[in-house]
């Protein structure tokens, strides 16, 4: 059994930074690739960012390149997502997914996750 819990959400100004962090049990977690989604109210949930079990791939949805980073720590059982530079359309609730069936690469859809978080709500004011 794989669970998934984030943490780091909150309320913060446009132009401001948060980081959001998820900790994951289970033996194999450096063998998943792991993303981040988000859902805003009244819309799908979309992709944001993916790294694979290495940290050498990593691939971003557009709206958010150069902006937000993706980490992890393998020893820790972490994945992160750093966001810089907040706009208001980056509210969401954002959810942390892991898949056990892509390792090497990186995968953006939703359906290739098998574990999710609860999520953690982000909320950025203009």
């Known amino acids: 059994q794989v669970q998934l819990v984030e943490s780091g959400g909150g309320l913060v100004q446009a132009g401001g930074s948060l980081r959001l962090s998820c900790a994951v049990s289970?033996?194999?977690?450096?063998?998943?690739?792991m993303g981040w989604f988000r859902q805003a109210p009244g819309k799908e949930r979309e992709f944001v960012a993916a790294?694979?079990?290495?940290?050498?791939?990593?691939y971003y949805a557009d709206s958010v390149k150069g902006r937000f980073t993706i980490s992890r720590d393998n020893a820790k059982n972490t994945v992160d997502l750093q966001m810089n530079s907040l706009k208001p359309e980056d509210t969401a609730v954002y959810y942390c997914?892991?898949?056990?069936?892509?390792?090497?690469?990186?995968?953006?859809?939703?359906?290739?996750?098998?574990?999710w978080g609860q999520g953690t709500q982000v909320t950025v004011s203009s």
């Open positions: 790294l694979n079990w290495s940290s050498a791939r990593s």
């Open positions: 997914a892991a898949s056990t069936r892509w390792r090497v690469g990186v995968t953006a859809r939703r359906t290739d996750y098998d574990y």
């Open positions: 289970g033996r194999t977690f450096s063998s998943y690739c």
